[in-house]
């Protein structure tokens, strides 16, 4: 099994909807979960850091469920410029701070 | 520079040639990684530094492949005798010591192999 598993999508979205994704992780010691997005041919970009509380910035909710051990990512009234791939990152708890990414979700926007 | 600079951001050579790629990480960053990107695929995980010292290098995925960290600071990743599947987008990214920081990454080098 994968350490960090994503469903790659894509996830085909009308513009100004709403789409919600989930990213589940192997390691339940993990204490650190990000989100990045990764344009078309560019370097990933970090997102948001994803707290225990559950945090938002904007149109962009993100939540933690430890006990199932998946993070969220939701994206409300949905613009073009979010198509992109969203990759999770989840830390690996070994002695270094390794941090292991997912392979991404799809995320496509339509007019 | 206030980011993680990579060179070249692009590089062709031929097949058997040795080519070596650079990563400069933000300053006072000890974690550095570096991963491979093929065309419409995700992150390939190739080796992590903290420091100086690579305590992960599982990603690697021949003996053709090496890296290095001097001064833990700049690394360079080499790739002797390339091949045609090396061809890739070669992408460096740096962290703060402490795992809860996020990895911040270079712009990458587009690497093809004729």
């Known amino acids: 099994r994968k350490e960090v598993e994503q469903d790659p999508g894509p996830f085909n979205v009308p513009e100004g909807a709403t789409v919600a994704f989930n990213c589940t992780y192997s390691n339940s010691a993990s204490q650190s979960f990000f989100w990045y997005r990764q344009d078309c041919r560019k370097e990933p970009k970090l997102l948001m850091s994803v707290y225990s509380s559950g945090n938002e910035d904007g149109r962009f909710t993100a939540q933690l469920n430890r006990a199932s051990q998946y993070i969220s990512l939701l994206i409300r009234d949905s613009k073009l410029s979010d198509s992109a791939t969203y990759l999770c990152?989840?830390?690996?708890?070994?002695?270094?701070?390794?941090?292991?990414f997912g392979a991404g979700t799809q995320v496509v926007v339509t007019p | 520079g206030a980011g993680v600079s990579q060179s070249p951001s692009n590089k062709v050579t031929e097949k058997g040639k040795d080519v070596e790629l650079r990563c400069d990480p933000i300053?006072?960053?000890?974690?550095l990684y570096w991963y491979r990107q093929r065309l419409g695929q995700g992150l390939e995980f190739l080796i992590y530094f903290q420091g100086n010292s690579a305590p992960d290098k599982s990603g690697l995925p021949s003996d053709r492949f090496s890296a290095e960290r001097t001064g833990e600071s700049v690394s360079t990743l080499t790739i002797q005798r390339t091949q045609q599947e090396d061809s890739a987008v070669y992408l460096c990214?740096?962290?703060?010591?402490?795992?809860?920081?996020?990895?911040?990454f270079g712009d990458g080098t587009r690497l093809s192999i004729l």
């Open positions: 990214a740096s962290s703060a010591l402490v795992s809860n920081q996020p990895q911040h």
């Open positions: 300053s006072g960053h000890t974690a």
């Open positions: 990152v989840v830390d690996t708890t070994d002695s270094w701070g390794k941090l292991q």
